[in-house]
């Protein structure tokens, strides 16, 4: 920040009263900013921090103390050493030579070598995307704890590599910024904080927004949707998908298909049971036609889980809103005769979300026999949206009468 922003009485009284959390406030609500204050979450990435420390930072329950924390927060946000209020300790840099692209370097006693040409942001990019893909293939197996204290750190990475970069490179590393953010996202909405899963959701569309990469930013409003249809808001859900289907002529088959299933979905919650179908139809439609085509890009790879068997899946689930069990349970059972191995966790929601359709149907041996599959799976995997599913089934079971069976299910969800 320029002078002047160190310079106003908000940030000169901030810094004054020598408590990090009344600095970081005023950091962040500084007219300079715009009409809107710094977002927490963004503010947390730069500092390495999750949300609720930083909340509590600055609310002043949790005083910051540690001369290293002082100092680590002081330089991520460029505060100037002479207005602190505790040594910086910066020892002085040696001048390191200016190399630009394309220089020789001359070696003492040697050849002269040739200063790359050029620049390493598309292949940090790259490199961290295949990374990304990883971490996707290990929360698809074990579930998102085991990711939830690195992803987070990754994204961080990111907003320092960010500061000082212009140009392309700059594009290509919001883009991946903003795939990690948005799998951040996921990650808390998978263990069951939607506030949180939002807030980083939020924080990948400004990134996607940043780097004009409209397919990206239609995918994460979908994403978006999705978290507002696990908070049982259907209007906003509805909203924020319509929102990423505006731009269709640069959407993948499958960003498109998961987009209408999220509609569909949407539709499911407000008992509109003709919008839903139609929006099914058309999103079966899109999964296929994404698959003939057999396209293996960065535009497809965003939704290369939306198989036939994921969206059985998922017109399960509305079939169930809709109160149609019959027409569930034949859904998924197509869908799961067909499962892919490597997509173990919604494997167990795919189960659990079959038990609701059996209980739904007032068949409780069943919906109990399918949960226990689903508990040895949830409880590998951890998933909070899986055993959301199965406590919906002992709930159902205990309104229909079934005590023995919800019993029985209670027992096993002790496991959990």
Known sequence: MSPEFWATDQMRDALGSRDMGVVVRAYRRHPSHGPRPLSQARLCRWLGITQGQLSRIETGHNRVRELEKLIDYARCLRIPSELLWFDVDDQPTRERPELSVGAMIPLPGGPMVSAAASRTEPALAESLLGTLRQYATTDNIAGPRSLLAVVPQQVAFIERLLDGTSGRGRVDLLK???RFAEFAGWLYQDVGDLRSAMQWTSGA???ADEANDRHLASYIRMRKSNIA????????????ARAALQTPQVLAPQVRAVALRQEAYAHALKNNHDACARALEQAFRYAVSGKEAGTSNESADLANYCTTEYLEMEAAHCWVELNKPKKAISTLQEGLAAW?????????????RLG????????PEHAVTVAEHSIAIAAQ???????????????????????????RLQHALAAL
């Open 176 to 178: 991946a910024g903003a």
């Open 205 to 207: 569309l400004d990134m």
């Open 229 to 240: 249809s696990d908070a049982r808001k259907p209007d906003l859900a509805l909203a924020l």
């Open 340 to 352: 892919q191995p490597t997509f173990r966790r919604d494997l167990g929601l795919c189960l659990a």
């Open 356 to 363: 609701v359709a059996h209980a739904r149907d007032n068949e």
């Open 381 to 407: 995997t951890r998933s909070h949206r899986t055993e959301k599913q199965l406590r919906r089934i002992n709930d159902i079971l205990l309104a229909g009468g079934a005590r023995g069976e919800a019993q």
